[in-house]
């Protein structure tokens, strides 16, 4: 799976917390993957703070710095 379909599950969250968006998006994706929920929740997160540094506006309707 790459960064921009991770990025776009944690975006297709119903609304929650940050952690809560992630839980659910971790939970899907281990489903689609087979992988395990603790190892997605692990790379969406690596993936969520890569997101983080790139420079603003780099994904559109991605913001780290408030829930949407």
């Known amino acids: 799976m790459t960064r921009d379909e991770m990025i776009g599950w944690f975006k297709s969250a119903p609304e ?4 809560q ?9 281990a489903r689609l993957t087979g992988a395990t ?6 790379m969406l997160l690596e993936v969520l ?10 994904i559109p309707g991605f913001s780290m710095t408030a829930d949407e």
Request: glycine fraction near 14%; charge should be positive.
């Open 37 to 42: 929920e603790g190892g997605v929740y692990t």
């Open 21 to 29: 968006r992630m839980l659910w998006a971790a939970h899907k994706i």
């Open 49 to 58: 703070i890569e997101a983080e540094r790139l420079p603003r506006g780099s």
């Open 16 to 19: 929650g917390s940050r952690h």
